[in-house]
C-alpha cells in the first residue's frame, strides 16, 4: 500500500516553481542565437589539431616534429616535453597499497608510452585548420608496438602485461551483509545470471570544441563546453601558472552526459594559447571523438538471487567486472557507484558484492550518464523478472513485496530516509501502457516487460558538496542571477530562475541569469551526479531566501505591520489586506538605509563521515531517485527484429520545478535507455576501435522509437530545492531491462548481453541453428 | 574560386577554397552559426540547410559547386524579427534542449511539411528519422510539429 | 579537408578529357554523398576533383516503353517521378529507402551504382531489372549490363578515364514488384536487401521472375537458381518458399564486426520468401 506521503504532504500555492514555463534559453535556441563553443572567432585566432596513436599500445621510438613546424603557416608544435607539468596524479578514492594512498595518474599528453588507440602525441596550431592536420600528418614518429590487454579477465590473469607500472587491478569494494551463502541453501529457489553490458559512447551532437586566449590582463581565458568550469585548477596545474590566472567559460552545451566532466580540449587550448601568444580554437572531429573520448564502462555482472516461495528475495551474490580502458580517470567511483546500487532497489537482508575494475588497453572509461548505476540495473532487473517466471509470480506483484520502504537499509548500511514510491511508479507505467497491441501476423509476438531502478542524486555525502549562487536586484526591480552552474541543456539555467522568481515575486522576464564563468560566476560544482538541480537550485533558493529577508524588514518600515506577513508578488511586496509597495521603491528605501539588495549565498549539503562498505556501516548518497518503466516490444520471430510499440517511464521527483522539463529528461533519458539497450556499441577488437563514424555508431532515430509517456508522480520528498531530487540520470537506468523482460514475455527468450540486437534475439530464438 | 548562391533571400558571391563546403562558407567565412558542425558525413543532421527548399547536408557540398542555388538557414525564416510559428511551437512544447539539432530539424520539418502539410506523428518521425537527436527523445519534437499542423499553420 | 584542385566541366568532352588528362589523380563528383565523407577521412586524396553536375545528364525519358535514367537523376526525382512509379515502381520505392532526405536531395543514380556499395538499394534494383549502363570513355560509348557491371566490392567496370551517363531499363511486361530490407537502425545502411519482379501468365502462373540481392557479398547477387525453380510454376506458398530457401543455400555472405554471415543468410531466407510473396500479390492485382 502506498503510504501516505505518496501525495504532496504540504504543497503551498506556488506561483512558478511547479508550472511548465518556456525555457529561455529555447528562444534563443530555436533563432540559433545560441553561441555554442564553436560559435566562436577572434582576430588572429590560430586552428589546434591533435596526433593521436593509432596503436592502443606500443612505445613511441622515435618522435620528430621540425618538419611539422617549419610548414608554412604552423604557429607550434607541442609534445610532452614542452608541457609544464604533463603528470597528473591523484588518490584513487578508497583504494590503497602497502604504503599509502593507490594514486592514478594521467598524461597531457603521451610522453614514451601509448596505452590506448586515440592517445594524444602531439598538439599542433596553424593558421587554419587544413594547415594544422597537414602539420599533424607531417610529425614523424615511429613506434613499437608492444602487447596489450583487451578484457578484464585478461587484465587479471597472472602475467598479463602491465598496462601501468602496478597490476592491472585498479580498485575493489566489497559488500558483506548478512549470511549469503547459507541463505542460497535454503531458499526455495536460486536464479543465477551473467549478464555483459558494452562499451557506448555520450554521442552528444556537439563535439568537444573550445577557443582559448589569453585575457588584457594575463589571465588564460578558455570558453568551451564543459560540464566542471572547476578544471580551471587542472589547466593551472598543467600550465604551471597561478590558479587565479585561469578562467574558464562555460557556454551552453550541445549535450554532455558525463562526456564533457573530465577534462577535454581546455588543457591543450590554455597550453597552445600560452605559449603562441594567439587565441587558438580546438573541435574534435566526430571521429576523434569517436574514437578517443572516455566511455560508459563495460560490465560483465555475476547474480546469484536467492528467493522463497512468496516471492521475497532472500539473498544476492554478485560480482561486477568493469573495464576501466587505460586511464583510471574516475573508474573508482564509478565502480563504488555500482556497488552500492547492484541489489536493486529492494529489500534484502543478505547481500554480498564483489566488485572489481581493471586496466586493459581500450579507449579510457570514465562518466557517464548513470554512472556505474546504470549497468547493474540490466542485471538486477533481470534477475527479478526470472525470479518472478520461476515462481509464476505476476512481476510487478513481486516488486511490490521487495520494494523498499522508508526505514529499510540498504546493503551498504544506509538507511532510507525518504519516501519510496516504487509500487506506485510500477502501477502508473504499466497502466500507462495502455491496451495491449493486438498482434499484427502470426510470426510477430507481443510482450511487455517491467523494470525499475533507483539512481543516486547528489554527491557521495563525505565529499562535502557544497554550491553558491548570487542573486541581485537592479535599482528598476530586475533581477540577475549568477551561479556557476553549467548548463547542458537540462534546463539548468532556467529552473534557477523559476526558482528565483517565486522567492522574490520577480515575473521571470525580469530576471536575467548568467552560468558557467570560473570568474565571474560563484561556484556551483559540476553538473553530474544528477546533482545540479539539488545544489545550485538550493543555492538559489537559500541565497534569495537570505536576501529576501531584511528587505522585508525594511518593507514593514515603509508599509506597516509585520515584515512576516508581507509577500513579494509580480514585482510588488504586497500586504495581507491587498496594499503594494513597487520593488523598485523599496529598492530605493534600502540604498537610503543600507540594506544590500544582493546576497551572496552558499549551500552545504548535508554532509558525512566516510563509509566502510565492507563493513556496510552508513550513509554514502544523499538520497535517491526511484523509477519504474514499463516497454511493449514486437518481436519478428523470423528475423530477430524488435519493434518498441509503446513505452512508459514513471519517476518520483520530489516536485517538479518544471513539468515540461521534467518529462523531457525523463523522455530524454529513457530513449537514450534504449538506444544502450538495443543498437549502441562501440566495438573494439584487440584495442582498435571499428566504429568511428556515426554511420557505424548508431544513436536512435525518430522513426526507432516510441513516443514516451512520461508519468511524472511528486511525492513531495526530496532533498533539493522545494523537495525535488534529481532527475537528471535516472531514467536511462531501467530501459535496456525493460525491452529484454518484454522480450522474454513475447517470446521465452532470455537476452543477457547487450545491445540486444537483432542477430542476438535471431540467436536467442534459435533461428541459426542450422546455419553455423 | 566563387561561389554564387542565394543566401536567405540576398544574392552573394563569395570567395571560396576548392575544397571548401557550403558548411564552412557559412560558419568561417559568413560567420552564420545557424548551422552546426556534428559529424562531417552528413549522418546528424545538424549542418542542416535547404538547397533550393530542399535539405541538403552542408558538410557533403562543394560551395565552388553552387550555381546561383537559393540556400536557406534559420535565419531565413526570421519574419519581422519575430519568431516562426514553428519555431514557437517547439518553444512551446519543450521540445528544445541542448538546441544543438534544433536547427536542422526545423527546416528539415518545414521542408517536409511543404510537401506534406497534413502528416500524422508517424510520417512526422519517419519525415525527422536524419536528424538526429540525443537530448528529447523525440516526444516533444513531434508534439510541436504536430501542434503547428493542428492549429492550421502548416 | 586537405587541399585539391576543383574543374567543373560543363560537356561530357570536357569531362572526358580532364579524367584522361588526370587519370587516377581524379575522382569525379556527382552527388557527394559517399565521394565528401571520403575525402573528409582521408580515405582517397585525388589531387582533382572534378565536379560533374553541370552535365546536361540530369534527364528521365520514356521512348518506346523503355525508361533512360540520366546519371545525374537525384534519388528524390526517381521518388516522385510519375513515369517511373506508372512504369518501373520498384525503382522509385526502392530510391525511398535510401539513406536519409538529405543523401536523397543530392545523391545521384549514376554516383550509387559507380560507388558499388554491396548493400546499396539501387545495384541490386538494377541488376534485377536486367538494366543496360552506358559509359562514355575517350574510345566513345558502350553499354553493359547491369550484372556484368559491379566487379567487386565498391569496385565496377568503369575504367579510371571513363564516366557513367545514364541507365536503360528495357520494356517490362506487366508485373509484380517488392523491395525489403533490413537495417540495423532506421534509415541506415541495409544488411540486406532483395528485390523481387514477378509477372504472371494467362493462367496466374509465374511467366519470370527476377530476384536480386544486396549486402550478401561484394556486389549484388541475382539469385538465378531460385528464379528458374519459379518459372512455369503456380505461385503457392510452398514454392515461394522453397525458391527462397534455394536462394538462401547459393548464399555464402561474410561476416564483419557488427553482423555474421550466418545471420545475414537466414535474413536474406526470411526478407526473399517476404519480397515474391509481395510481388506475387502485387501482380495479381
Known amino acids: 500500500m502506498p503510504d501516505a506521503v505518496s501525495q504532496v504532504a504540504t504543497r503551498e500555492a506556488l506561483r512558478v516553481v511547479g508550472q511548465p514555463v518556456a525555457r529561455h534559453d529555447a528562444r534563443d535556441k530555436v533563432a540559433a542565437a545560441t553561441a555554442y563553443a564553436a560559435d566562436w572567432a577572434l582576430p588572429g585566432m590560430l586552428h589546434a589539431a591533435v596526433l593521436r596513436s593509432p596503436y592502443p599500445?606500443?612505445?613511441?621510438?622515435?618522435?620528430?616534429?621540425?618538419?611539422?613546424?617549419?610548414?608554412?603557416?604552423?604557429?607550434?608544435?607541442?609534445?610532452?616535453?614542452?608541457?609544464?607539468?604533463?603528470?597528473?596524479?591523484?588518490?584513487?578514492?578508497?583504494?590503497?597499497?602497502?604504503?599509502?594512498?593507490?594514486?592514478?595518474?594521467?598524461?597531457?599528453?603521451?610522453?614514451?608510452?601509448?596505452?590506448?588507440?586515440?592517445?594524444?602525441?602531439?598538439?599542433?596550431?596553424?593558421?587554419?585548420?587544413?594547415?594544422?592536420?597537414?602539420?599533424?600528418?607531417?610529425?614523424?614518429?615511429?613506434?613499437?608496438?608492444?602487447?596489450?590487454?583487451?578484457?578484464?579477465?585478461?587484465?587479471?590473469?597472472?602475467?598479463?602485461?602491465?598496462?601501468?607500472?602496478?597490476?592491472?587491478?585498479?580498485?575493489?569494494?566489497?559488500?558483506?551483509?548478512?549470511?549469503?551463502?547459507?541463505?542460497?541453501?535454503?531458499?526455495?529457489?536460486?536464479?543465477e545470471g551473467e549478464y555483459t553490458t558494452q562499451l557506448v559512447d555520450a554521442a552528444y551532437l556537439e563535439p568537444e570544441s573550445g577557443v582559448a586566449w589569453i585575457d588584457s590582463d594575463g589571465v588564460i581565458t578558455i570558453r568551451l563546453s564543459t560540464q566542471v568550469i572547476e578544471h580551471f585548477r587542472d589547466v593551472a596545474e598543467v600550465l604551471q601558472v597561478p590558479q587565479n590566472r585561469v578562467r574558464v567559460i562555460g557556454t551552453y552545451l550541445g549535450g554532455g552526459f558525463g562526456g564533457k566532466e573530465d577534462v577535454t580540449v581546455e588543457a591543450y587550448l590554455g597550453l597552445l594559447a600560452l605559449k603562441t601568444g594567439r587565441p587558438v580554437k580546438m573541435v574534435w572531429t566526430r571521429q576523434e571523438s569517436l574514437l578517443s573520448r572516455a566511455k560508459r564502462h563495460p560490465y560483465r555482472l555475476r547474480y546469484r538471487t536467492g528467493a522463497n516461495a512468496n516471492g521475497e528475495i532472500v539473498a544476492q551474490q554478485?560480482?561486477?567486472?568493469?573495464?576501466?580502458?587505460?586511464?583510471?580517470?574516475?573508474?573508482?567511483?564509478?565502480?563504488?557507484?555500482?556497488?552500492?546500487?547492484?541489489?536493486?532497489?529492494?529489500?534484502?537482508?543478505?547481500?554480498?558484492?564483489?566488485?572489481?575494475?581493471?586496466?586493459?588497453?581500450?579507449?579510457?572509461?570514465?562518466?557517464?550518464?548513470?554512472?556505474?548505476?546504470?549497468?547493474?540495473?540490466?542485471?538486477?532487473?533481470?534477475?527479478?523478472?526470472?525470479?518472478?517466471?520461476?515462481?509464476?509470480?505476476?512481476?510487478?506483484?513481486?516488486?511490490?513485496?521487495?520494494?523498499?520502504?522508508?526505514?529499510?537499509?540498504?546493503?551498504?548500511?544506509?538507511?532510507?530516509?525518504?519516501?519510496?514510491?516504487?509500487?506506485?511508479?510500477?502501477?502508473?507505467?504499466?497502466?500507462?501502457?495502455?491496451?495491449?497491441?493486438?498482434?499484427?501476423?502470426?510470426?510477430?509476438?507481443?510482450?511487455?516487460?517491467?523494470?525499475?531502478?533507483?539512481?543516486?542524486?547528489?554527491?557521495?555525502?563525505?565529499?562535502?558538496?557544497?554550491?553558491?549562487?548570487?542573486?541581485?536586484?537592479?535599482?528598476?526591480?530586475?533581477?540577475?542571477?549568477?551561479?556557476?552552474?553549467?548548463?547542458?541543456?537540462?534546463?539548468?539555467?532556467?529552473?534557477?530562475?523559476?526558482?528565483?522568481?517565486?522567492?522574490?515575486?520577480?515575473?521571470?522576464?525580469?530576471?536575467?541569469?548568467?552560468?558557467?564563468?570560473?570568474?565571474?560566476?560563484?561556484?556551483?560544482?559540476?553538473?553530474?551526479?544528477?546533482?545540479?538541480?539539488?545544489?545550485?537550485?538550493?543555492?538559489?533558493?537559500?541565497?534569495?531566501?537570505?536576501?529576501?529577508?531584511?528587505?522585508?524588514?525594511?518593507?514593514?518600515?515603509?508599509?506597516?505591520?509585520?515584515?512576516?506577513?508581507?509577500?513579494?508578488?509580480?514585482?510588488?511586496?504586497?500586504?495581507?489586506?491587498?496594499?503594494?509597495?513597487?520593488?523598485?521603491?523599496?529598492?530605493?528605501?534600502?540604498?537610503?538605509?543600507?540594506?544590500?539588495?544582493?546576497?551572496?549565498?552558499?549551500?552545504?549539503?548535508?554532509?558525512?563521515?566516510?563509509?566502510?562498505?565492507?563493513?556496510?556501516?552508513?550513509?554514502?548518497?544523499?538520497?535517491?531517485?526511484?523509477?519504474?518503466?514499463?516497454?511493449?516490444?514486437?518481436?519478428?520471430?523470423?528475423?530477430?527484429?524488435?519493434?518498441?510499440?509503446?513505452?512508459?517511464?514513471?519517476?518520483?521527483?520530489?516536485?517538479?520545478?518544471?513539468?515540461?522539463?521534467?518529462?523531457?529528461?525523463?523522455?530524454?533519458?529513457?530513449?537514450?535507455?534504449?538506444?544502450?539497450?538495443?543498437?549502441?556499441?562501440?566495438?573494439?577488437?584487440?584495442?582498435?576501435?571499428?566504429?568511428?563514424?556515426?554511420?557505424?555508431?548508431?544513436?536512435?532515430?525518430?522513426?526507432?522509437?516510441?513516443?514516451?509517456?512520461?508519468?511524472?508522480?511528486?511525492?513531495?520528498?526530496?532533498?533539493?530545492?522545494?523537495?525535488?531530487?534529481?532527475?537528471?540520470?535516472?531514467?536511462?537506468?531501467?530501459?535496456?531491462?525493460?525491452?529484454?523482460?518484454?522480450?522474454?514475455?513475447?517470446?521465452?527468450?532470455?537476452?543477457?548481453?547487450?545491445?540486444?540486437?537483432?542477430?542476438?534475439?535471431?540467436?536467442?530464438?534459435?533461428?541459426?541453428?542450422?546455419?553455423? | 574560386m566563387i561561389a554564387r548562391l542565394v543566401l536567405n533571400g540576398r544574392p552573394r558571391e563569395v570567395e571560396v577554397r576548392p575544397n571548401q563546403t557550403l558548411l564552412e562558407l557559412l560558419r568561417d567565412t559568413l560567420g552564420i552559426f545557424d548551422v552546426k558542425e556534428g559529424c562531417d558525413e552528413g549522418v546528424c543532421g545538424v549542418c542542416t540547410a535547404l538547397l533550393d527548399g530542399r535539405p541538403v547536408s552542408s558538410c557533403l557540398v562543394l560551395a565552388a559547386g553552387l550555381r546561383g542555388s537559393a540556400v536557406m538557414t534559420l535565419r531565413g525564416l526570421e519574419r519581422n524579427g519575430g519568431l516562426h510559428p514553428l519555431q514557437d511551437a517547439f518553444v512551446r512544447h519543450g521540445a528544445v534542449q541542448c538546441g544543438f539539432c534544433t536547427p536542422g530539424m526545423l527546416l528539415t520539418a518545414l521542408a517536409f511539411l511543404e510537401r506534406q502539410p497534413r502528416p500524422d506523428r508517424t510520417a512526422i518521425r519517419a519525415a525527422l528519422e536524419g536528424n538526429l537527436c540525443r537530448c528529447t527523445g523525440y516526444t516533444k519534437i513531434v508534439d510541436a510539429v504536430e501542434a503547428y499542423v493542428r492549429e492550421g499553420h502548416a | 579537408m586537405y587541399p585539391f584542385e576543383y574543374a567543373a566541366p560543363t560537356t561530357l568532352e570536357e569531362a572526358l578529357a580532364l579524367l584522361r588528362q588526370h587519370g587516377d589523380e581524379a575522382k569525379v563528383l556527382a552527388g557527394g554523398q559517399s565521394l565528401i565523407p571520403i575525402l573528409h577521412y582521408r580515405l582517397a586524396r585525388p589531387r582533382v576533383v572534378i565536379d560533374i553536375n553541370g552535365l546536361p545528364l540530369g534527364d528521365i525519358v520514356v521512348e518506346d516503353g523503355r525508361i533512360r535514367v540520366g546519371a545525374l537523376v537525384r534519388h528524390h526525382?526517381?521518388?516522385?517521378?510519375?513515369a517511373i512509379a506508372r512504369r518501373c515502381p520498384v525503382l522509385g520505392n526502392a530510391a525511398r529507402l535510401i539513406g536519409n532526405v538529405r543523401v536523397r536531395t543530392l545523391g545521384t543514380v549514376g554516383g550509387s551504382l559507380a560507388h558499388a556499395d554491396p548493400a546499396a538499394e539501387l545495384p541490386a534494383v538494377m541488376t534485377a531489372l536486367d538494366a543496360r549502363l552506358a559509359v562514355a570513355g575517350p574510345s566513345g560509348r558502350r553499354t553493359l549490363a547491369a550484372r556484368d557491371f559491379f566487379t567487386g566490392l565498391l569496385t565496377t567496370a568503369l575504367a579510371p578515364d571513363e564516366i557513367l551517363t545514364d541507365v536503360e531499363i528495357g520494356a517490362l511486361p506487366a508485373h509484380g514488384w517488392a523491395v525489403e530490407e533490413m537495417s540495423r537502425r532506421a534509415g541506415d545502411f541495409a544488411i540486406v536487401a532483395v528485390v523481387a519482379l514477378v509477372s504472371l501468365d494467362g493462367r496466374g502462373r509465374v511467366d519470370d521472375a527476377r530476384l536480386a540481392f544486396g549486402g550478401v557479398a561484394d556486389r549484388p547477387m541475382q539469385a538465378r537458381a531460385a528464379e528458374d525453380a519459379l518459372r512455369g510454376r503456380e505461385p503457392s506458398t510452398d514454392a515461394l518458399a522453397r525458391a527462397a530457401q534455394i536462394a538462401r543455400d547459393a548464399l555464402g555472405p561474410p561476416s564483419d564486426a557488427f553482423v555474421s554471415g550466418a545471420y545475414r543468410r537466414h535474413v536474406a531466407g526470411v526478407l526473399c520468401r517476404r519480397a515474391l510473396a509481395r510481388a506475387v500479390e502485387r501482380a495479381r492485382r
Open chain 1, 57 to 191: 599500445s606500443a612505445r613511441i621510438v622515435r618522435l620528430e616534429t621540425k618538419r611539422a613546424a617549419a610548414i608554412a603557416g604552423v604557429a607550434i608544435v607541442l609534445t610532452a616535453k614542452d608541457v609544464p607539468r604533463n603528470t597528473l596524479a591523484t588518490d584513487v578514492p578508497g583504494q590503497t597499497t602497502a604504503v599509502g594512498p593507490l594514486r592514478a595518474t594521467l598524461h597531457v599528453l603521451a610522453e614514451d608510452r601509448v596505452r590506448h588507440q586515440g592517445e594524444p602525441i602531439a598538439l599542433v596550431a596553424a593558421e587554419t585548420l587544413e594547415l594544422a592536420q597537414a602539420a599533424v600528418e607531417a610529425i614523424e614518429i615511429e613506434y613499437e608496438v608492444t602487447p596489450g590487454v583487451f578484457t578484464p579477465e585478461a587484465a587479471l590473469a597472472p602475467g598479463a602485461p602491465a598496462v601501468h607500472g602496478t597490476g592491472n587491478q585498479l580498485a575493489q569494494w566489497r559488500i558483506a551483509r548478512g549470511d549469503v551463502a547459507r541463505a542460497l541453501k535454503d531458499a526455495a529457489v536460486v536464479v
Open chain 1, 318 to 772: 554478485i560480482e561486477l567486472l568493469a573495464d576501466a580502458g587505460a586511464y583510471a580517470y574516475l573508474s573508482a567511483l564509478v565502480l563504488l557507484y555500482s556497488t552500492v546500487t547492484a541489489a536493486g532497489p529492494y529489500r534484502v537482508a543478505n547481500v554480498e558484492v564483489d566488485a572489481r575494475v581493471a586496466y586493459t588497453n581500450n579507449p579510457p572509461t570514465s562518466a557517464m550518464r548513470g554512472f556505474g548505476a546504470m549497468q547493474t540495473v540490466f542485471a538486477y532487473e533481470s534477475q527479478m523478472d526470472r525470479v518472478a517466471r520461476t515462481l509464476g509470480m505476476d512481476p510487478l506483484a513481486l516488486r511490490r513485496v521487495n520494494a523498499l520502504r522508508r526505514g529499510d537499509t540498504l546493503p551498504v548500511g544506509q538507511v532510507i530516509e525518504t519516501h519510496v514510491a516504487l509500487p506506485e511508479l510500477c502501477e502508473k507505467a504499466w497502466a500507462a501502457l495502455g491496451p495491449p497491441a493486438p498482434p499484427r501476423a502470426p510470426h510477430l509476438k507481443v510482450g511487455r516487460g517491467l523494470a525499475c531502478n533507483f539512481q543516486p542524486y547528489g554527491r557521495i555525502v563525505w565529499l562535502h558538496d557544497w554550491a553558491s549562487a548570487w542573486v541581485g536586484f537592479e535599482m528598476d526591480g530586475s533581477l540577475v542571477v549568477r551561479c556557476g552552474c553549467p548548463d547542458v541543456g537540462g534546463g539548468q539555467a532556467s529552473s534557477l530562475c523559476q526558482i528565483a522568481a517565486e522567492v522574490l515575486g520577480v515575473p521571470l522576464t525580469r530576471i536575467s541569469v548568467h552560468v558557467s564563468d570560473s570568474a565571474l560566476t560563484p561556484l556551483a560544482g559540476t553538473t553530474t551526479a544528477s546533482r545540479q538541480l539539488y545544489m545550485s537550485g538550493n543555492a538559489v533558493l537559500k541565497t534569495a531566501r537570505e536576501l529576501r529577508a531584511p528587505l522585508l524588514r525594511v518593507a514593514a518600515t515603509l508599509l506597516g505591520g509585520d515584515a512576516d506577513e508581507l509577500d513579494m508578488d509580480e514585482g510588488n511586496v504586497t500586504t495581507p489586506d491587498g496594499r503594494t509597495l513597487p520593488i523598485a521603491r523599496l529598492l530605493a528605501e534600502c540604498a537610503r538605509v543600507g540594506v544590500p539588495r544582493s546576497h551572496l549565498g552558499v549551500y552545504h549539503a548535508p554532509a558525512g563521515e566516510p563509509v566502510d562498505l565492507a563493513r556496510g556501516s552508513g550513509k554514502v548518497f544523499p538520497d535517491y531517485t526511484f523509477g519504474a518503466h514499463a516497454a511493449e516490444v514486437e518481436v519478428d520471430t523470423e528475423t530477430g527484429v524488435v519493434r518498441v510499440l509503446g513505452y512508459a517511464a514513471a519517476h518520483d521527483v520530489g516536485r517538479a520545478i518544471n513539468p515540461q522539463s521534467v518529462e523531457g529528461q525523463i523522455q530524454g533519458g529513457a530513449v537514450q535507455g534504449l538506444g544502450y539497450g538495443l543498437m549502441e556499441e562501440v566495438v573494439v577488437e584487440d584495442g582498435i576501435n571499428l566504429t568511428t563514424s556515426f554511420a557505424t555508431y548508431l544513436i536512435p532515430t525518430a522513426a526507432d522509437v516510441p513516443d514516451v509517456r512520461a508519468v511524472v508522480v511528486e511525492s513531495g520528498e526530496g532533498l533539493g530545492p522545494f523537495n525535488a531530487r534529481g532527475i537528471g540520470e535516472p531514467p536511462i537506468g531501467p530501459p535496456a531491462a525493460a525491452i529484454a523482460n518484454a522480450i522474454e514475455d513475447a517470446t521465452g527468450a532470455r537476452l543477457t548481453r547487450l545491445p540486444i540486437t537483432a542477430e542476438r534475439v535471431a540467436r536467442g530464438l534459435g533461428l541459426l541453428e542450422d546455419a553455423g
Open chain 3, 77 to 82: 526525382q526517381l521518388e516522385e517521378s510519375d
